[in-house]
């Protein structure tokens, strides 16, 4: 092994904490040679009898560093160094080093809890803070602190909060940092172009570097869409340099030419994505152009869908694009953005435990027998939500049961080296002897690229089972191996006829879809999302699809992979998805509840039918509902009025809606509407208070006012001028004082003997006094049959006229 990279500097520092506390961290810059020359390191302390695991991010990386290994150990990987990844594999009874990635540990620690033979495992590039990445070291934690105390742990990162880590590992884990290589690093700023698409940006930004460096040109774009259209343009301009890409659907061969220097000595130009950020070194490359793109998956929760977003990188991770020109030399980096831009962008990435998929983490946990995300060590623990969401998708597979706790079907998901959705759909079809149909398209949907691109996962099936490629042939390799692992868990027929379409919504079945239109653009999902499809494609025909992958946003998520589907049959083989029930709804527009007999596949309606008999209970429920919500409208305004009036607090409306079982419940019995007579709401609701509180209510607010005539009124206690009353002017005569409600003057609003207002009043003494002299003159000449006495205060109360009044008196 080479000695001068920096890292052998504080290396025997890192073995002796090893040594004395078990757990350390070490922070060391892109270049100082930790991810190739510590695990070799350990071989040779006292305590390391078993294997060291090393984890690395990505296939790419894991290959790499242990191909590197094995060739400073004058070895092949797969001897003293082997590596361990899903397409790809070198080990032997030799290996004491075992690179792999970090979905495959958190496979093995969950089915090992002890790590038997492992004496240390390694966390490369834990900034990176990937989902596996943060549960594999929490499980670690928890078996370290219960089963194997002797277990080492070493998280190491170029950038990363060592205190925060150290915190994370225990009080004695110390913080251990290298210095890299101090190759000088030049920053040029290029500028956006908003006006131009990211390729042609880039591809102009490579001329450039290509002109005015030498070396080798390494240049980040956001994905392989990208990668494709920026080679195209490159190859035209500069057709004898070797444009090399560099991503995970990428073949080893022309990951391993990517990684190496030309064998012929021409300077190459390598089009990456963000897998080549950190833990590869890539030879001869003294040159970086960065778009200052990232793409990331996020789990959307309300569309069920993982899609990929396009966002600026962070400064972390730009740092570390630029930090790949300096490696083995000086170097620059060229940025398509201003320098005045630079620190508006996020500081580092978020983890992906804030936006991936949770089901995977949470059946993991199941497994491990951990019912509370909380009890376990993590750095930044799981949302909440995120968790509840994954264990309610867990349910409807069978994997969990109602108090979280997995399942025996459970058990044979997570022996699975598959997401529980994708595990589902090869678990059904070794079920229905089609194991190796199903592990095939569940390999698809993983693999981008695989089998061309295009939505329709039929036709990619048959160009992969065609396609002779080395990396068509691992990945065959590997669908076989999943589908003997799940025919080895259920007893299945040999061979089965079951349609790839229902393999896939055996394992999403919220995912099956029916057309909504007749151009086949717009799908309604059993989950009741909806879903967008290019009208052109071919399964726009079909009337049903089994969805197994969409991108874009919970509202039209663009259909990316489906199959074409029959309703015979889901009704022949997941007969156990439609449900028949009685479905009651509201309508608005007729007020009353509807009942419908329906057979459903989720929110998707098959058939429908009038319910001769729903659950009157229900229908009341449903009528109670709606009555609560529009209490203002349904209920006497009178009363209500009346009632906060006198400060009633049983009648008022909030009240009123906690108590509606009681008094409102007994009202729409045997009813579909809200059509309840006024007089029996009235009934019911004064039925809610007892004698105390009907007395001060009448006392309080009184419903009517009796004039001196003897009629009749009621009280308005509605108007912003409550208490009110309207009344004729000569039913108040002989009246010398203004009536009273409780401590407040009841407005009078006078009429005309026609029932026009005169005026209205809280003084009706000094109203008698003062302008009764004009509305006199005026009623009198208009209404001359009637009464209008100059002091009508010592007048008898009458409605009758002048006449009538004679002769008969009062």
Request: overall charge neutral.
């Amino acid at each position: 092994m080479p000695d001068h990279l920096p890292i052998h500097t504080v290396l025997p520092d890192l073995l002796a904490a090893l040594r004395t506390s078990g757990a350390a961290v070490l922070v060391a810059p892109p270049g100082a040679g930790k991810t190739t020359a510590v695990a070799p390191a350990l071989l040779g302390e006292h305590w390391c009898t078993g294997q060291v695991i090393l984890l690395s991010p990505r296939r790419v990386a894991a290959r790499a560093a242990a191909e590197r290994m094995a060739e400073l150990l004058g070895e092949k990987a797969g001897e003293t160094v082997g590596y361990l990844t899903r397409l790809d594999s070198r080990t032997s009874a030799r290996t004491r080093v075992l690179v792999m990635t970090e979905a495959i540990f958190v496979n093995r620690i969950v089915e090992d809890p002890e790590l038997a033979g492992v004496s240390a495992v390694l966390f490369d590039e834990a900034h990176e803070r990937h989902l596996d990445s943060d549960l594999g070291l929490a499980l670690a934690l928890e078996s370290r602190a219960v089963l194997r105390e002797d277990l080492r742990l070493c998280v190491m990162s170029a950038t990363i909060d060592g205190a925060r880590f150290a915190r994370l590992l225990g009080e004695q884990a110390p913080v251990i940092e290298s210095e890299g290589r101090a190759f000088p690093l030049e920053i040029r700023w290029l500028g956006s172009s908003p006006d131009k698409r990211v390729e042609d940006a880039m591809a102009q930004a490579v001329l450039t570097a290509w002109r005015e460096e030498s070396g080798d040109v390494l240049a980040f774009l956001p994905g392989v869409r990208e990668i494709e259209r920026t080679r195209e343009r490159l190859a035209e301009r500069l057709p004898d340099v070797p444009i090399l890409p560099l991503h995970g659907q990428v073949e080893p061969a022309g990951q391993r030419a990517a990684i190496r220097r030309d064998p012929q000595g021409r300077r190459r130009i390598v089009l990456a994505t963000a897998i080549a950020e950190t833990s590869l070194t890539l030879d001869g490359v003294s040159v970086v152009v960065d778009s200052g793109l990232a793409r990331h998956a996020e789990f959307d929760r309300a569309a069920g869908t993982t899609h990929l977003v396009t966002r600026r990188a962070s400064q972390a991770s730009v740092g570390q694009r630029a930090g790949r020109a300096a490696r083995q030399g000086p170097g620059v980096a060229y940025r398509l953005w201003e320098q005045a831009a630079h620190p508006g962008r996020p500081e580092f990435d978020l983890p992906e435990i804030a936006t991936a998929d949770l089901a995977p983490l949470a059946l993991s946990l199941a497994r491990w027998g951990t019912a509370d995300p909380a009890s376990l060590a993590w750095l930044d623990p799981p949302p909440a939500a995120s968790i509840a969401s994954a264990r309610e998708r867990l349910m409807r597979l069978g994997a969990l049961d109602g108090e979280g706790r997995i399942t025996p079907r459970g058990e044979m998901l997570a022996a699975l080296p598959l997401d529980p959705a994708h595990g589902a759909m090869v678990l059904f079809g070794a079920e229905q002897g089609a194991a190796r149909e199903a592990a095939k398209i569940a390999l698809l949907l993983q693999e981008r690229g695989l089998g061309g691109r295009g939505e329709d996962l039929g036709a990619r099936l048959q160009r992969w089972n065609a396609d002779r490629s080395p990396r068509a042939e691992a990945s065959r390799k590997l669908a076989a191996r999943w589908a003997e692992r799940a025919a080895r868990q259920v007893a299945g027929p040999a061979d089965g006829d079951v349609p790839s379409a229902i393999l896939l919504a055996a394992g999403l079945p919220d995912n099956v879809a029916r057309r909504r239109d007749p151009s086949g653009e717009h799908w309604l999902s059993a989950g009741g999302r909806g879903f967008v499809l290019d009208p052109a494609s071919p399964l726009a025909r079909a009337e049903w699809l089994a969805i197994g992958d969409a991108q874009g946003q919970a509202k039209g998520a663009r259909i990316t992979a489906a199959l074409a589907l029959e309703e015979a049959d889901l009704e022949r083989w997941l007969p156990e998805r439609i449900e028949r029930r009685s479905v009651l709804r509201w309508n608005g527009g007729e007020g009353r509840v509807e009942a419908r007999l329906e057979r459903r596949l989720g929110a998707i309606v098959l058939a429908s039918g009038p319910d001769p008999a729903p659950d009157p209970a229900a229908v009341v429920d449903i009528l109670v509902e709606k009555a609560v919500e529009s209490l203002g409208t349904l209920l006497p305004p009178e009363l209500l009025a009346r009632a906060r009036y006198a400060g009633i607090e049983a009648l008022l409306p909030e009240a009123l809606a906690e108590t509606a079982d009681l008094w409102l419940r007994p009202l729409l019995e045997g009813r579909r509407d809200l059509a309840v007579s006024r007089g029996k709401l009235v009934d019911a609701l004064l039925g809610q208070l007892d004698w105390d509180s009907r007395q001060r209510l009448d006392r309080a607010a009184p419903r009517e006012f009796v004039s001196p005539a003897g009629t009749h009124h009621a009280i308005d206690y509605t108007g912003d001028d409550a208490p009110s009353v309207e009344v004729r002017v000569q039913a108040l005569f002989g009246l010398e004082r203004h009536p009273m409600v409780g401590d407040t003057p009841l407005l009078l609003k006078l009429t005309s003997p026609a029932g026009r207002p005169i005026q209205a009043t809280r003084d009706l003494p000094g109203f008698w006094r003062g302008s009764w002299a004009e509305v006199r003159k005026d009623m009198k000449g208009r209404y001359p049959k009637h009464r209008w006495p100059e002091e009508p205060w010592a007048e008898a109360p009458s409605l009758k006229t002048k006449n009538a009044f004679s002769n008969g008196g009062a």
